[in-house]
């Protein structure tokens, strides 16, 4: 069995994949469900069959569902808390659910980091090209330098295009290749637009500083347009996070009193775990929004 080196650390272990595919039977009907999922993994790099990903997918679900069923049993025991059979069960449940749905969208989030560091470091990349063809150097020397650069994955991108032009390849079809399947579209633009240049005759350090000028431009547009974006979401988190928890237990504690009704400890926990678990989520939304520059 060949090693893939896109998963996650644990799941590129041979031993692992072996255990996962006892779960095939179960995986061979969901994967029914999940058409898009081949079209993802190639996006990002995983070579392997939907089946054996969706196999992996329900290994790590049930890893998940009984690590967080014993943990909270254990802590709800010690606290001597009513339920808390019920509760860790339910609680393990829910974390297995997502960690299940997590894994399966672990290729869009792959190729999302992918796209992110092509977006970061596309612009320095094309400042060195720029350089370098108005300092004389041929394009195919600029390219080369691009490849052997600290760019990230644009580096990376430029070297497949350079073992194909030694190869015998054209400069243009080569960078078309590269483009074609590349998930960023800002990356796609650009290569489209040498490779125009390079076909029509145009000058390339032309055609260069009009792309550099038009993605630093859109970078602006998008910082903007993400400060702008953070008013409504502060505002949100200040009253999910803040006005109405504080309000809510005051108004709990203050009803309890007059109704005689005797509110569990257990209620409170709850309540923070979910204020906690809003946090982490809420984090993460920002993360995603958030243009990279």
């Not at 001597?80 to 059979?85: D, I, P, T, Y």
């Not at 600029?142 to 295009?161: I, L, N, P, R």
Request: with cysteine.
């Amino acid at each position: 069995m060949k090693k893939v080196e896109n998963l996650p650390l644990p799941f590129r272990s041979e031993k692992v994949r072996n255990l996962a595919k006892r779960l095939s039977p179960i995986s061979s009907r969901l994967k029914l469900f999940y058409p898009t999922l081949k079209i993802e993994l190639k996006r990002a790099g995983i070579e392997l069959d939907v089946e054996d990903y969706l196999s992996l997918s329900l290994l790590f679900s049930t890893y998940n569902f009984f690590l967080v069923f014993f943990t909270l049993l254990l802590l709800f025991s010690i606290l001597r808390l009513e339920e808390a059979l019920l509760f860790s069960f339910l609680g393990g449940l829910g974390f297995g659910m997502f960690s299940f749905f997590y894994f399966l969208s672990y290729p869009k989030i792959s190729v999302r980091k992918k796209v992110n560091d092509l977006d970061k470091n596309l612009i320095f990349a094309i400042r060195h090209l720029l350089v370098k063809v108005r300092s004389g150097v041929p394009l195919y020397d600029a390219m080369v330098g691009v490849s052997e650069g600290d760019y990230g994955t644009v580096s990376k991108e430029f070297e497949k295009a350079i073992k194909q032009m030694q190869t015998g390849v054209p400069e243009a079809e080569a960078l078309d290749k590269i483009a074609a399947l590349n998930p960023s579209p800002y990356f796609r633009r650009t290569i489209w637009q040498i490779t125009n240049a390079l076909r029509s005759g145009a000058d390339i350090a032309s055609t260069l500083s009009a792309i550099e000028e038009t993605a630093v431009n859109e970078q602006k547009i998008r910082i903007a347009n993400y400060g702008a974006e953070m008013n409504p979401f502060a505002v949100m988190y200040m009253m999910l996070t803040v006005i109405i928890p504080t309000l809510g237990i005051t108004f709990l504690i203050i009803m309890s009193s007059f109704m005689g009704i005797i509110i569990s400890e257990w209620i409170f926990y709850l309540i923070l775990f979910f204020l906690c678990a809003f946090q982490f989520f809420f984090i993460g939304v920002i993360k995603s929004r958030r243009p990279v520059v």
